[in-house]
């Protein structure tokens, strides 16, 4: 009787610490996925730790869409607890469990499974889906060593996760949207991280051999930002005469296609009748990128729009609050040290521009922490 009661006891202790960890981490992703800085990085992880501190001993990864056959593994952690990140899957070339059903899930919209001989879940993919119902992600559980099912607790655990994470794994082009937002909110106007971003995401999402990104410099020149691959090109500016459809795209703000590139416009700000630039594709001869890369391409131009225009706007920001503060410190003497602060992505101050004596705990670029102690004077 003792025996019984004592197996008992364990039995509620353990089902009690599960359930407490599960909490901890479901309450650690719905964080995440209302935090506005939250990277699909970030969100990969937390989900692989909450998968993992419920289900013991076996592989989970998270993976996103780069094109039709291609899925990035954003983050893999196996049995042993060894950790892989942003690694690419390809359906045609990985003949694994784990390609198999992942891929299965996101062309069914549907868990992919298999199965024991009583209906558990041994190994399992589960969708995430945004609110068209398209699949934008994939939580990945492998079979564990000694084959045995799911517990119906870490089945609901998954189910549950995939719609907490939703707002943050999201589709091509609304994930670059998110991206580009973020980079842009985090700086001081510096535009360089927004296009080797922008390029990458063109890059895995219509496979690419090269990307060139370039921006309207007077009427017959474009000033070349990024080039990439086959597109690498030495020069700062490329010429009308260089790259005709280039400029017929900007200056029709249309996307266009030639043999072995593909053009698609970064719009104005001011709207979808102007263009400022453009970003080229290179892809094998005759072979146009498909729909789906097409809406990625045309989701990374958008998102470049917005994310240059609030990067314009902090550049410029940073310009006049440093003419500010100069001024300021001239018709004061008396202030030894100043510094010119905007509120970043996160929510924290980041420091623009400083003049005078260094001020402990600020530094130019770089967010200040709240335990610092200075004053803040909010300028609307």
Request: glycine share 8%; net charge negative; hydrophobic share 45%.
């Amino acid at each position: 009787a003792v025996a019984v009661v004592l197996g008992e006891g364990l039995d509620l202790v353990s089902f009690t610490l599960a359930q407490s960890r599960r909490q901890v981490h479901t309450d650690n992703i719905v964080a995440l996925s209302k935090e506005p800085s939250t990277l699909p990085t970030d969100m990969a992880e937390a989900v692989v730790n909450g998968i993992t501190s419920i289900v013991k001993g076996r592989e989970v990864a998270v993976g996103v869409i780069d094109t039709q056959e291609v899925m990035r593994l954003l983050y893999v952690k196996d049995a042993a607890g060894n950790i892989k990140r942003d690694e690419t899957m390809n359906e045609r070339t990985d003949s694994s469990e784990r390609a198999s059903l992942m891929f299965e899930c996101v062309k069914s919209g549907d868990v992919a499974a298999v199965k024991d001989d009583a209906g558990g879940f041994l190994s399992l993919a589960v969708p995430v889906t945004d609110e068209k119902h398209q699949v934008c992600a994939v939580f990945y559980v492998a079979a564990s060593p000694h084959p045995r099912p799911l517990s119906e607790d870490a089945t609901d655990f998954l189910q549950t996760v995939a719609q907490i994470a939703s707002p943050v794994l999201l589709a091509p082009s609304q994930s670059a949207v998110r991206v580009l937002g973020i980079l842009a909110r985090a700086g001081c106007g510096e535009a360089g991280p927004l296009f080797d971003a922008a390029a990458q995401l063109v890059e895995r999402h219509s496979g690419a051999t090269g990307v060139l990104i370039g921006l309207r410099h007077g009427e017959d020149e474009l000033r070349l930002v990024k080039s990439t691959g086959s597109l690498t090109a030495r020069a700062a500016t490329m010429s009308r005469s260089e790259l005709p459809l280039g400029f017929q795209a900007v200056e029709k703000a249309m996307y266009m296609t030639d043999a072995g590139s593909t053009f698609a416009p970064i719009f104005s700000p001011s709207g979808q009748d102007t263009a400022v630039g453009v970003i080229v594709i290179g892809h094998a001869a005759g072979q146009p990128l498909p729909d789906a890369a097409r809406e990625a391409v045309e989701g990374v131009a958008s998102a470049l729009t917005a994310a240059l225009s609030e990067c314009d706007f902090r550049r410029k920001l940073t310009v006049c609050g440093g003419k500010a503060l100069l001024s300021l410190s001239k018709q004061a003497p008396e202030i030894k040290g100043a510094f010119f602060a905007f509120i970043d992505v996160s929510g924290r101050m980041l420091c623009a521009e400083t003049v005078g004596e260094r001020i402990a705990g600020v530094t130019k670029g770089a967010a200040i922490a709240d335990n610092v102690g200075v004053v803040f004077s909010q300028v609307s």
